[in-house]
């Protein structure tokens, strides 16, 4: 569901409209039947449009609740019962991209602090007790600060974000698109909420994927300095209770983290990566986008992880593997190359 706080109303559009400015068939339903946002499958509304591409979200297309999907003619086997209206596409993903330009303009969305230029805070903002605010700080329309919260010189927080109690802004930083909790301790130059990177890949031209999600930092977080954290797509990017992120950490939209990880310096995770609760990850990390990674997992530093991780588990290297295995090969190359050099008079 698209946050009202953050995003404006979407513009509605008959399926009839919609269908014509993608030139796409209606496979079934009403050309009159009004559409105004956009959605997952499984979170979709009669207003929503929402689109299949990957067979491994076929139960979720099963029972979604969507006015309107959006589907290749290969796939429309995969359909078991859809009462709602079919528009055939070569390109799902592309054309959902421009849809949700269409009814979310990309100029709304990239507009932080519209309407502040000329004040430092917004009279519609709501400032707790004993809140200290920096030199040049900007704090937009509907935000809400909690009490005892200290906002840095020239940190920006965007319109209906929230702030909780005792937390702490860095020095220029930027919070958009957020909702953050109690006691969380954002250093100097952290950004917060901007749209993640996705693109429709398409050889005529790569298609913008509005980001209408948000950031959701729960209570007694800490983010280190040069962090980024980009909001959803359409869920939200999620930074658990008690995690800690050092300096340089980079989180793509739709990651959820855990409650009390611990990640080091320079670690990157990649799009709706999933990582359960307690998971230790040393520094220069790789995370593909699309895993999980199980509860209380270790990842030890410079490792690339490809593939899920069972909860508990130890991995190392790259790819990341069970450390055990990995010191056992990295112990088997080294004899390896002192036997040949042994051999080779070298």
């Not at 948000?214 to 300095?225: D, K, L, P």
Request: glycine fraction near 12%; charge should be negative.
């Amino acid at each position: 569901m698209v946050d009202s706080r953050f995003y404006p109303p979407g513009k509605p559009f008959s399926i009839t409209e919609l269908a014509g400015f993608l030139d796409a068939e209606i496979k079934q339903g009403d050309g009159n039947a009004s559409i105004n946002g956009v959605s997952t499958l499984l979170d979709a509304s009669q207003s929503d449009i929402v689109f299949y591409n990957d067979a491994k979200y076929k139960d979720d297309m099963a029972v979604t609740r969507a006015g309107a999907l959006l589907i290749s003619p290969r796939d429309l086997e995969d359909i078991s019962y859809l009462p709602a209206a079919i528009l055939l596409v070569d390109n799902p993903y592309k054309s959902y991209a421009l849809i949700a330009q269409k009814i979310f303009p990309l100029q709304a969305q990239t507009k932080p602090v519209a309407g502040v230029q000329t004040e430092q805070i917004h009279p519609d903002a709501v400032i707790g007790l004993n809140v200290e605010i920096g030199y040049g700080a900007v704090i937009g329309a509907g935000a809400e600060i909690g009490d005892e919260t200290i906002i840095g010189a020239n940190a920006v927080i965007g319109p209906g974000c929230v702030i909780g109690r005792r937390s702490t802004i860095g020095a220029n930083s930027v919070v958009q698109f957020a909702l953050i909790g109690d006691e969380v301790h954002i250093h100097p130059n952290v950004s917060i909420g901007q749209d993640g990177f996705g693109y429709a890949p398409d050889f005529s031209g790569h298609v913008k994927i509005p980001q209408l999600g948000r950031v959701i930092i729960q209570s007694h977080v800490s983010i280190g300095v040069g962090s980024d954290i980009d909001r959803g797509t359409l869920t939200d990017t999620v930074i658990g209770e008690g995690t800690k992120l050092d300096n340089q950490v980079h989180v793509a939209h739709n990651v959820h983290i855990g409650r009390h990880c611990l990640i080091a310096g320079q670690v990157g995770f990649a799009g709706s990566s999933i990582i359960e609760d307690y998971v230790m990850s040393g520094g220069q990390v790789a995370f593909n986008g699309h895993i999980h990674v199980g509860k209380g997992a270790r990842i030890l530093g410079a490792s690339v992880v490809v593939k899920n991780i069972p909860a508990g588990e130890e991995v190392a290297g790259y790819p990341a593997r069970s450390s055990s295995h990995w010191r056992k090969e990295t112990a088997l190359l080294s004899r390896l190359l002192k036997k040949r050099k042994t051999i080779n008079n070298e």
